[in-house]
């Protein structure tokens, strides 16, 4: 019997389309004189975002386009990197922490279930520090966020969902839900021996707000979900809703 579910944040309970860490990804390395693309930054997303830096820049063509314009590629780039991208994401985060639409609706409804809710995020907690307060004013509250920066082995490491549960008073991994919209969220699930379950059209696989994801027809709508869904399934997701929207009935199908 699931107690206690943990959520992503950007591309699950809030940002739909995890735009504010592509974009911010995008800026950073525009600020250094290099051309990143969205689709570069968001091939490495749910990694904590220094890691992330490092698999962009272990890209070859992004990588040899960093070394044209600034040279060394290693870890002095990522620290050079980050500290461009830090406040980048501190402001454009906390501008896109509008709630995933049905996400206040959807936790209102867990806790009526009597279920714990709990998060964790990619991001470190000086970034989150910005979106917290904006998140709460509209409907999204869990009781425990825990950052990237605040374990030892961030995602696809368990570290983060066990921490969640341990503030949560949880033992069982197997009565933990984990909703996340990454690859290595849902890979941290199952390391932490968490139930886990894959959000598509909401996050960083679809990549769209929730305003142009409304202008596209059925067609190209069941594409993207088949397309944000594949790595989530082969990651160890049990299962993939277009949002957490959903999450209320697909618990009550569960029970």
């Not at 309970?13 to 504010?20: E, I």
């Not at 990197?81 to 501190?90: G, I, S, V």
């Not at 944000?228 to 009935?249: F, N, T, Y």
């Amino acid at each position: 019997m699931i107690r206690a579910v943990v959520f992503d944040w950007a591309g699950t309970l809030v940002d739909h389309g995890s735009r504010a860490p592509a974009l911010a990804f995008v800026e950073a390395f525009a600020g250094f004189g290099v051309e990143a693309t969205e689709a570069e930054a968001r091939a490495p997303m749910g990694l904590e975002k220094r890691a992330h830096l490092r698999a962009m820049l272990a890209e070859a063509s992004l990588r040899a386009r960093w070394k044209a314009a600034q040279g060394e590629a290693g870890e002095p780039a990522v620290a050079r990197l980050y500290e461009a991208f830090a406040p980048l994401a501190a402001e454009i985060a906390a501008r896109e922490a509008a709630p995933v639409p049905g996400a206040p609706e959807a936790l209102a409804a867990l806790r009526a279930r009597g279920l714990r809710i709990g998060s964790t995020t990619g991001y470190a907690r000086e970034i989150m520090a910005h979106v917290i307060p904006h998140a709460a004013a509209a409907g999204i509250s869990p009781e425990v966020v825990i950052c990237a920066d605040e374990v030892t082995a961030p995602r696809p490491a368990p570290d983060m969902i066990l921490a969640a549960m341990a503030a949560l008073g949880e033992g069982d991994p197997a009565a933990v839900l984990v909703v996340d919209d990454s690859a290595p969220g849902i890979e941290a699930a199952k390391a932490a021996g968490a139930r886990a379950l894959g959000v598509t059209l909401s996050g960083n696989g679809a990549g769209l707000s929730a305003e142009a994801l409304a202008a596209l027809g059925p067609e190209a709508r069941a594409a993207l979900r088949d397309r944000a869904a594949a790595p989530l399934r082969a990651a160890g997701a049990e299962a993939v809703l277009d949002s957490v929207a959903d999450l209320p009935a697909w618990l009550q199908e569960q029970a």
